[in-house]
């Protein structure tokens, strides 16, 4: 099982990136899948996830209506579309899967995620 994060890179404020979670050994359709990030001296904090239900998405307060996931079946990638980039969205970003549907209220807790891909850094500065 492995996750190959991608798309970082640096935005101005105001800006767009997409990040893409490829998944390998596994179909990602199956598992719930979560966005993360971890600034500088900051704990990791759950941005963005997807149930096994792809109808059923949930969002960090701070991203909500900025930013998209979404999960494409046929590429077994899943997306992060992050638009209206702010400073403090700067980070490095992970994804993550969870073998089976997690609860809706455990989607952005990231001690329950079973597999990890390595972080992809997002720079969001002028």
């Known amino acids: 099982v492995q996750l190959q994060a991608s798309g970082g890179g640096l935005a101005q404020p105001g800006g767009s990136l997409r990040l893409s979670c490829a998944a390998s050994?596994?179909?990602?359709?199956?598992?719930?899948v979560a966005w993360f990030r971890q600034a500088p001296g900051k704990e990791r904090e759950g941005v963005s996830g997807i149930r096994r239900i792809a109808t059923q998405t949930a969002y960090a307060a701070s991203v909500r209506g900025r930013f998209t996931i979404s999960r494409d079946k046929h590429n077994n990638t899943v997306y992060l579309q992050m638009n209206a980039l702010k400073p403090e969205d700067t980070a490095v970003y992970y994804c993550a899967a969870y073998s089976g549907n997690l609860v809706f209220s455990a989607i952005l807790q990231p001690n329950v995620y079973h597999y990890w891909g390595q972080g992809t850094q997002v720079t969001v500065s002028s």
């Open positions: 050994g596994f179909t990602s359709d199956y598992y719930t």
